[in-house]
Nanobody, 124 residues
Framework: QVQLVESGGGSGQAGASLKLSCAASGRTDKTYAMGWFRQAPGKERDVVATIRWVGGRTYYEDSVKGRFTISLDTAKKTMYLHMNILKAEDTAVYYC?????????????????WGQGTQVTVSD
């Protein structure tokens, strides 16, 4: 089992920056990838960015490329999402997730463990 706890959500105006953190505990030795996903009101949950536990290879959804940066401190077992140039359409509940599947990609089906979510609200 892996436990995930997000923090750092909040509100900001368009153009602002926010940083999310996700602290992992438990059997992280079985973790192959971690990711950030988000769910806006009335929409399905979708991938934002993912990162491999070993090697650090990253994936970004097109709308956040160049604005968001995912990173992972394996010593601290903490994943981050630096969000810059925020837009109103970034408003959503952001979820942290971990995958024990070596084939993990940005597809949610690969992710076994989820955090409780943290709200990010961006106003124009």
């Amino acid at each position: 089992q892996v436990q995930l706890v997000e923090s750092g959500g909040g509100s900001g105006q368009a153009g602002a920056s926010l940083k999310l953190s996700c602290a992992a505990s438990g059997r992280t030795d079985k973790t192959y990838a971690m990711g950030w996903f988000r769910q806006a009101p009335g929409k399905e949950r979708d991938v934002v960015a993912t990162i491999r536990w070993v090697g650090g290879r990253t994936y970004y959804e097109d709308s956040v490329k160049g604005r968001f940066t995912i990173s992972l401190d394996t010593a601290k077992k903490t994943m981050y999402l630096h969000m810059n140039i925020l837009k109103a359409e970034d408003t959503a509940v952001y979820y942290c997730a971990a995958s024990t599947n070596p084939q993990a990609t940005g597809d949610m089906k690969f992710y076994d463990f989820w955090g409780q979510g943290t709200q990010v609200t961006v106003s124009d």
